[in-house]
């Protein structure tokens, strides 16, 4: 069992930067593939980028340049550095892990914990 807890969140105007943490339990911590979604009011939960166990990175086309997704395993934490903040990028941001392999990685219904979520809010 693994948990997730977010932070990082608030709001921010347009062109500002955040960085989201995401401090997981467990101890094989570097044998889980992470990703972070987000959640827009009205919409459906979407992929935004995913670091693999081995450290490879994957992003959504709308975030890439933008957001840079690292972890340190020692302190069992992933983090999403956003810079150059849209209004659009305004969402609830979700943590998600998976130990073991993933087709994608790139789709919600591939990770196993998720967790409880950190408002991202953009002015313009």
Partial sequence: QVQLVESGGG?????????????????T????????????PG???EFVATIRSNGRTYYA???KGRFTMSRDNAKNT???Q?????????AVYYCAAKWGAQPTGLKENEYDYW????????SS
């Fill in 29 to 40: 911590f570097s044998s889980y593939n992470m990703g972070w979604f987000r959640q827009a």
């Fill in 61 to 63: 086309d709308s975030v």
């Fill in 82 to 90: 956003m810079n150059s903040l849209k209004p659009e990028d305004t």
């Fill in 43 to 45: 919409k459906e939960r």
């Fill in 78 to 80: 992933v983090y999403l």
């Fill in 115 to 122: 967790g409880q979520g950190t408002q991202v809010t953009v």
């Fill in 11 to 27: 709001l921010v105007q347009a062109g500002d930067s955040l960085r989201l943490s995401c401090a997981a339990s467990g101890r």
